[in-house]
């Protein structure tokens, strides 16, 4: 195996502790109810919390992988998460509890933003929606363990003990992180990062492919927490209900890293990235109605990872070298901003109309956005470069 796909395989495995324990709310929210007396509400709020902290750290986060290292700033951002794991195992209030997913989430976003720019680093010249379609396609794994593993071991024992198994998963990739990954040949440090080595063409891009990958991850991350709880609603089993909805982050595994492959031989992402959304539109909507939510749920999946490797290697078609690391931040802040607020809007506007069922309409607003955006960004990638 080459340094570069060793790398590759080394940060996707870590990255799935991230999806692991983002969705540990969403698997155990039927419990955590229950536990703290919460509403709806609460329940997006402790989804978001998580992905608050890259609202004011996937830019420093960025300046400091650029100034002090990838390596070291990554296995920091996985430290982080394990105490943010184990703070939320030992948590006895909602005030606890926000701490620690404050605590795991700041460490998820500097690995995130960190992991991301030492993939480009590896893979700009070539392969680069491969590689970044392998890469993303880690957090719906992470996700789907989650719902089939977390909410069966919170039900047996305690919420508790299921945050706890987040630390373990995260303390895990930090002994992969620490053992097995070497930095990219053209990764190396600078003494001074600084905003000013992005010009202001590649601030309006960032702005635009921020947004894109923000709404696609907001309409995935609204399914994946209320969509159980809707179906346990309808009489289905907590357990039942995660298993379910599971489905559709379990065919993103696959479907994540196939369509990167096929981008990458045949070409097409837009088109390709714009059908699957847009199916997966459809797939949602037929999900409001149907008594059959796996076929739905499973089809979802297979359409919409037609488009994370396009949307994440965005970026990399239109940075320079040296701005990877602070244009990375950039693109990063605007994910996080809208994944730490708008899964509470989400969750306050289902507990207005009665029923979780409203998450599913949203989600599609907000997956077509997506579509809009991402061919506003390509066009003017071209625009500019022509």
Known sequence: MTDRWRALWVLSAARVA????????????????????LSLADIGWLVGIYLLPGVVLALPGGLLSARFGDRRIAMAGMALMVAGGALSALADSLALMEAGRLLGG????????????????????REIELAMAIFVGTWP?????????????????????????TAIVAGVSLALIAAFYSPAPAGGAVARPRLSVLSPREWGLLGLAGGTWMFYNVAFAVLVSFVPTWLAVRGLPTTQAGALTAALSLVLIVSIPASGWLVDRIGHPLTIASI???????????????????????????????????????????????????????????????????????????????SAQ?????????????????WTTHGLIRFWQH
């Open 18 to 37: 991230m999806g692991f324990q983002f969705q540990a709310v969403g698997s155990t929210a039927p419990l955590l109810r229950e536990q703290f007396g």
């Open 106 to 125: 700041m460490g998820g976003v500097l690995f995130n933003v960190t992991a991301s720019k030492m993939i480009a680093d590896w893979f700009a010249s």
């Open 141 to 165: 794994l992470g996700i789907g363990l989650a719902l089939l593993t977390l909410g069966p071991i919170a039900a047996l024992s305690s919420p508790s003990v299921a945050f706890a198994a």
């Open 276 to 354: 699957g959304v847009l199916g997966w539109c459809a797939s949602m909507a037929a999900l409001v109605d149907t008594a059959h939510p796996l076929l739905w749920l499973a089809v979802g999946g297979l359409l919409a990872g037609t488009a994370p490797g396009v949307m994440v290697a965005t970026p990399v078609r239109f940075l320079s070298p040296a701005a990877r690391a602070v244009g990375m931040g950039v693109f990063y802040t605007i994910f996080y901003a809208g994944m730490a607020v708008l899964p509470r809007g989400v969750g306050h506007l289902a507990d207005v109309l009665g």
């Open 358 to 374: 409203w998450s599913i309409p949203a989600a599609i607003g907000m997956a077509l956005a997506s579509v809009a955006l991402l």
